[in-house]
């Protein structure tokens, strides 16, 4: 029966882990079980070479000699042994479950289960239990953060290979879609949206990309390790500056009282003023982006009335004019 | 099958030192753990058993000791692999990402203990990767007291923004959790108002008091994280919006189904569970005619009503 290739690789491992010495490649044919199907030189090289890429892929440290042969040290093989105060644990095990989908919510769990078995306790038993404090942490705390979106793997994946990326982007809501080739350099979560920094090779630039603006499916193209991404830069400061902050100012209106709660939470009451023959309160509020504070404002309809600055005087009456129909928004 | 000989290799070399740690564990437990199937573990336990020491004498083999009556499993002997290998780059950055996120999420975790965690799997050999950050959530002012309360299990007054009614409300609220998710914290709680367990974002939270009374307890919290914060009323029914490109972005901003294709100018139609009747004419008035509501002409009318009535007051020469 033709062994499983699962079975081959456990084989390599433990007969690399239990020698001393280096092993050649002819020791490594002649004596591992599943290199014996090798029909030829040729097909037995092609399939070591896989075989050690596989198991570097795993993180298991396969070590080369000068003229060629192999082994892996047992010392560098294993996780250490790890001890952890009762907090730290109650750190790892939010952060083991901060990811909901995706090859890394696996490998959270994976990951804090090696931890745990990688303890210095002698009895393994279930850290929850043992620890109340561990228990009430990760049950009055629950971070979460989702990786729905569908670019995110393929994403992830190429950032990690260094490979390029192609993909379909619509850059703003009205705008048309545009292929993009990009150097992905990494993946940010800002405001509970996903990003890729990277190298824009059409544009010759650094971009920022929301991915749920990618159209379709992500392509990943060329060798790996295809770029190497800038050290000094910081990622998430690169989003963070990439919407730039409003210039703060201020605007008056005249609100119903009673109504526009919204907008009265950042508001200073300033006086009065008639509309029609009613008595609104005149607030002053911050002005943030002027197209927002424009829908806050719009939202409201009669009930609130802007009296400066002009431009979000002007932003208030296209919008209604807009939202009243019949002449262009 | 869609496993990968690796993924399997991976899941192999994990399975012999949990296994060796908990001798007689349950196969179905091992199932749940490693999340596959206990037909899976057991061909990976069959697997195991022919695997070994070149020379692959029976002594020299994995011994998978199986109670196929209890069906258990212990480990007698392990080839070497009695230690879990390192992490992998994935759990690497899985673990130290997250870490550095609730490191930034000031007042919720002991931040010393964090970044000593991080130090010690940087000694293991886990260095902080720099390729996948996050930032966790917006500070807001009442998450200290929030934290308080659900520490001290009291019962909190707090005065709270609702943005899809556009009001302010005081209720007192049971603490249960905080959630964050998305770019926000939640403070999930049973609210005394509402009469059922609701999500508050905390930097909606426009003041908090501690009160004396305990929070009653929940006699059950549901593990996961629920899939969306804001509860429609059942009651509402949805409605149908059309999309003009320019309000596109309503459908990432919020829960829709978008029926159908954009059309040639790119519009969509989606379909829309709005809070209140309110709400939605709100919203489409602020879209400033980039939304059109189609199944509902009692709301569209409402629309053009309040923005007409809104113009009057600008056309007025002492506005």
């Known amino acids: 029966m033709a062994k499983t290739k699962a079975e081959r690789l456990l084989n390599l491992v433990i007969a690399l882990l239990n020698s001393e010495r280096y092993r050649d490649v002819s020791w490594i044919r002649d004596k591992v079980d599943g290199y014996e199907d090798a029909a030829s030189d040729e097909a037995f090289f092609r399939m070591f070479e896989r075989d050690k890429n596989e198991l570097r892929d795993l993180g298991i440290p396969l070590q080369t000699s000068p003229d060629g042969a192999y082994r892996i040290p047992p010392g560098e093989f294993s996780l250490p042994e790890l001890t952890f105060t009762p907090s730290e644990k109650a750190a790892l095990a939010l952060a083991g479950r901060l990811w909901e989908t995706t090859v890394l919510a696996e490998a959270g769990s994976g990951a804090l289960r090696k931890i745990n078995d990688a303890g210095g306790d002698t009895e393994a038993g279930d850290p929850e239990t043992d620890h109340p404090a561990l228990a009430q942490a990760t049950s009055l705390l629950q971070p979460r953060v989702r990786t729905a979106d569908p670019a995110f793997q393929p994403i992830y994946t190429a950032v990690r290979a260094r490979r390029l990326v192609t993909f379909d982007y619509r850059k703003d809501q009205a705008g048309t879609v545009e292929t993009r080739k990009v150097q992905p350099w990494g993946l940010v979560s800002w405001r509970g949206r996903w990003y890729v920094v990277g190298f824009d090779e059409d544009r010759s630039a650094q971009r920022t990309f929301r991915l749920s603006r990618i159209n379709g499916a992500v392509r990943t193209t060329g060798r790996a390790g295809a770029f190497t991404p800038p050290l000094d830069v910081d990622l998430l400061s690169v989003v963070a500056s990439s919407s730039p902050p409003p210039v703060e100012r201020s605007a008056v209106l005249l609100v119903r009282p009673g109504s526009g709660a919204g907008l009265r939470r950042r508001a200073t009451v300033i006086g009065s003023g008639v509309v029609g023959d009613e008595v609104f309160e005149r607030l002053r509020i911050p002005v943030g982006h002027l197209w927002d504070t424009a829908r806050a404002v719009v939202g409201l309809g009669p009930d609130a009335v802007v009296e400066s600055p002009e431009d979000l005087l002007a932003a208030v009456v296209r919008l209604l004019q807009g939202a009243r129909g019949g002449e262009v928004a | ?319």
């Not at chain 2, 083999?61 to 392990?78: C, M, P």
């Not at chain 2, 709270?160 to 999930?188: C, F, K, Q």
């Not at chain 2, 709400?279 to 309040?306: C, F, H, K, M």
Request: some cysteine; overall charge negative.
């Open chain 2, 1 to 319: 099958m869609s496993e990968t000989a690796t993924d399997r290799l991976a899941r192999m070399l994990a399975l012999v030192p949990y296994i060796s740690r908990r001798p007689g564990v349950a196969i179905g437990d091992l199932a749940a753990e490693f999340g596959v199937s206990a037909g899976q573990i057991a061909d990976d336990l069959d697997l195991l058993m022919v695997c070994g020491l070149p020379g692959y004498y029976p002594d020299d083999l994995i011994d998978v000791v199986l109670d196929d009556e209890g069906g258990t499993v212990s480990i007698a002997f392990d080839a070497g692999i009695e230690r879990p290998v390192r992490l992998s780059h994935d759990e690497a950055v899985a673990l130290t990402v997250a870490l550095r996120t609730l490191a930034d999420l000031p007042g919720l975790v002991d931040r010393d203990a964090v970044f000593s965690a991080l130090a010690k799997l940087e000694q293991a050999g886990a260095g902080a990767a720099a390729e996948v950050r996050i930032a966790a959530a917006a500070p807001a002012p009442a998450l200290g007291l929030v934290r308080q309360s659900l520490d001290e299990a009291r019962r909190l007054w707090i005065r709270y923004y609702t943005a899809s009614r556009d009001t302010l409300t005081e209720r007192e609220v049971d603490p249960i959790r905080l959630l964050v998710t998305d770019g926000h914290s939640y403070l999930e709680a049973y609210c005394h108002l509402a009469l059922a367990v609701r999500h508050f974002r905390i930097d909606r939270i426009e003041q908090a008091r501690l009160l004396d009374e305990p929070a009653q307890v929940p006699l059950w919290v549901d593990e996961e994280v629920p899939e969306r914060m804001f509860h429609p009323d059942p009651a509402v029914a949805p409605v149908t919006l059309r999309l003009h490109p320019a309000a596109r972005w309503i459908a990432e901003y919020y829960e829709v189904q978008q029926l159908g294709e954009p059309d040639e100018g790119g519009a969509i139609v989606v379909s829309i569970r709005a809070a209140s009747d309110d709400w939605l004419v709100r919203l489409v008035l602020s879209l400033g005619g980039a939304a059109e509501i189609v199944d509902r002409p009692d709301l569209a009318a409402q629309v053009i009503t309040r923005a007409t009535a809104a113009l009057a007051a600008y056309s007025d020469p002492n506005s």
